[in-house]
Structures are given as C-alpha cells and as structure tokens.
C-alpha cells in the first residue's frame, strides 16, 4: 500500500458543528502533516506529527486540534469553524529523517463551513 | 527568511516547445528542493527531488546554488503535462515543506 487514504472526501459543516477528519497510511511512514490548500494557492503547513508526537505547530487556531493516536492514522478534530476556513485539507506522510525522498499526498477532504 | 519564489502564474506553450519552469529560493543552509506537481483533480505528486538527478516524464531540473534556482525543465512539452507546478523547499532539520506559488502549465495542441 503506497498511498495515503483521507476521509470524507467532502464535508460541509455548520459553524457550531464539531466534525472529524481522518487519514491512514500503511506504508510506515512515521511523520505525518496537515496541509491546508485554498484555491489556486499553495499547500500552508499546519501541523507535523513525528513518532505520533506532535512537533511543529504552525500557529494554527485552536478550533483546530490534531491528534495521531497511532502510527497510521491523524486525525484533524474541527470545532467552531469560520467560513474561511473553508478550504481542502491535506494529509502527507514521510519516513522521519528520509523526508529528502519525498512526501506522499492523500486527495484531500474538501471542507465547506456554512 | 526561508522562501521559495515561482515568478509564473501562468505558463502556456505549444506542444513540442520547450519548457522552463522557473524556482528561486531563499535559505541560508545547504537546500532540499523537490518539484511537485497537480493534474487536474488529482493528488499532488512527487515529480522530482534535487537528490536523485534524475528525469521524470522527460523533466529534469538542475540545483544551481550560485543562482539559488532549482528550474524545471523539459525539451518538448506534451499536452498531458499541463498542469499546476509546485517547487517546494524543506529545510534542514524539520519535516517542513515550503511550497512556492505554483505555475499553471498549459500545453496548447
């Protein structure tokens, strides 16, 4: 398995809505990360995990909450959400100390926050 | 600062014609530099990484510290390479991935 699989693919949320984003990888990459991606922009960083630990925060609102509970799967908890943080929200994941090889990108969830 | 700079938004060109895809970057230590990209409703893909020298779909791209480029390029452009273009930086040290603004490739029939 060389791919990383985020669920739904597609989410619309209230504004007082608490939703859960979800990506697994199999391939035993032990860091994974939260990109954000708006339209015709680049990928912004949110959040590294390495060795389910949490490394890099980017200054991310806390009405985003990451968790990784094991080393497949990252969780991106939602709660409160702005209308602006509608956007698609990327998983990745690297093998730790071998991020020169390259990340591999899930699909995204596409997130619209009414 | 640690920045990645595509001066292109858009970069149209007609099948067969060679292609640039320019990348400057900004970073004090020694750079790791990738080229991702993103066809249309698709995930974004690893293309290329300054590491391996190696050439992808007929791309290859050349680290040249003098000029702090990392520019992609390919002799003849094919109508399934248009595209959006990412140069990204990670800095030594940290997982983190710096994305340039991206160019839009668009290779005319």
């Known amino acids: 398995d060389t791919e990383v699989t985020q669920t739904p693919k597609h989410l619309v949320m209230g504004m007082t809505n608490k939703k859960s984003l979800k990506c697994e990888q199999h391939?035993?990459?032990?860091?994974m990360y939260w990109y954000k991606q708006k339209a015709k922009k680049p990928p912004e960083l949110m959040f590294v995990?390495?060795?389910?630990?949490?490394?890099i925060n980017e200054s991310v609102p806390s009405r985003f909450s990451p968790e990784c509970p094991n080393s497949s799967l990252l969780n991106l908890h939602l709660h409160a959400l702005q209308p602006e943080d509608s956007a698609l929200y990327l998983c990745?994941?690297?093998?730790?100390?071998?991020?020169?090889?390259?990340?591999?990108f899930g699909s995204g969830t596409r997130l619209t926050v009414v | 600062a640690q920045r990645v700079t595509q001066p292109e938004k858009l970069l149209s060109v007609f099948k067969g014609a060679p292609v640039e895809l320019k990348c400057n970057y900004s970073?004090?230590?020694?750079?790791?530099l990738f080229w991702y990209v993103q066809y249309s409703r698709q995930r974004l893909q690893l293309l290329l990484r300054?590491?391996s020298r190696e050439s992808i779909k007929g791309f290859t791209a050349d680290l040249n510290k003098g000029e702090t480029s990392f520019h992609l390029k390919k002799p003849f452009a094919q109508e399934e390479d248009s595209a959006m273009y990412y140069c990204?930086?990670?800095?030594?040290?940290?997982?983190?991935?710096?994305f340039g603004q991206g160019t839009t490739l668009q290779v005319k029939p």
């Open positions: 970073y004090s230590g020694s750079p790791e």
């Open positions: 990745a994941s690297s093998q730790v100390g071998a991020e020169l090889y390259g990340y591999t």
């Open positions: 391939m035993g990459h032990r860091a």
């Open positions: 995990y390495s060795y389910e630990k949490l490394s």
């Open positions: 990204a930086l990670k800095p030594s040290n940290t997982g983190k991935l710096i």
């Open positions: 300054h590491i």
